[in-house]
């Protein structure tokens, strides 16, 4: 999930936080926000190939979320495609951001598959542990204690719950890695399954299908070209897409926008500061 907003936002009164080495997971990346000042706040909200926890420390009224006609308020869960979806606020106050790969989301909220699509708050998904978990984050004002509670939650259920099968973990990782730009054949032929095996297991237990998967990965890849610059029919080539006009196509789908639009997006703007690669971490 990105922001694009229609408020503009000024980063310099916005801290960014990222957790220490110690306290990251694999498939789970995290961020801090805290908004230091008090400003309305009007942003839509696009797809990315990840499932988003958002819990909001505010102590005041946090984020309000609008989908389909209907709002919800404080901490959320973002499955996959979620939408035309926005968040209206009075600033951001403080929220913490986790990005769960499908593969992991599966374990640690045992519900991606119900949630693609959706916008549902994390009392649903995790009961009175979301309440738990919230009190914990909020009675401290230190970043690395709030990752080091975060990662100590979330890889208690990483270890708890039956991940998915490993070659549906191996189609996504394969997925992201080649940008989209594996076919769903090939991946078969990798794992050794029949491609309506891997349709089948791929779907039930991510959510979503692998060449939406795909789709989702190679928009995504094409969204950061786009910020960096790069013009649309540049953005497309390197995408790995038939010409402009799929990529104009794909960029409406999960952003409802043009691509001008979403080169200016304010929050790929920061997204190598709260989202660093791996090998830059």
Excluded: N
């Amino acid at each position: 999930m990105r922001p694009m907003g229609t408020t503009p936002l000024d980063w310099s009164l916005v801290d960014v936080v990222v957790p220490r080495p110690s306290a990251r997971l694999p498939g789970v990346r995290m961020a801090g926000f805290r908004h230091r000042a008090c400003a309305p706040v009007d942003i839509a909200m696009v797809a990315h190939p990840s499932i988003t926890v958002i819990v909001d420390l505010s102590e005041e009224a946090g984020l309000t979320y609008a989908v389909d006609g209907q709002h919800r308020s404080g901490s959320a869960v973002v499955g996959l495609l979620p939408g035309d979806l926005r968040a209206t606020g009075r600033g951001f106050g403080e929220c913490l951001q986790i990005r769960l790969e499908p593969v992991a989301a599966a374990a640690v909220l045992g519900t991606s598959t119900e949630i693609c699509g959706a916008v549902v708050s994390l009392d649903d998904v995790w009961g009175r542990a979301a309440e738990r978990a919230e009190a914990r984050l909020r009675a401290t004002e230190s970043w690395d204690e709030r990752f080091a509670i975060a990662a100590g939650m979330l890889g208690r259920r990483l270890d708890a719950r039956r991940p998915p099968d490993p070659e549906v973990a191996h189609a996504w990782r394969r997925t992201r890695s080649s940008r989209g730009r594996i076919r769903v054949d090939s991946l078969a032929d990798e794992v050794g399954w029949s491609r309506k095996r891997l349709l089948s297991r791929f779907r039930s237990q991510l959510g979503i299908t692998p060449k939406r998967a795909a789709r989702l990965v190679r928009f995504d890849h094409a969204a950061h070209l786009l910020a960096a610059g790069h013009p649309a029919a540049t953005a497309a080539t390197e995408s790995g897409y038939v010409d402009q006009s799929h990529l104009h196509r794909d960029v409406w789908e999960f952003a409802g926008q043009t691509p001008t639009a979403v080169a200016a997006a304010p929050w790929l703007a920061i997204d190598h500061v709260a989202w660093p690669a791996p090998s830059t971490a």
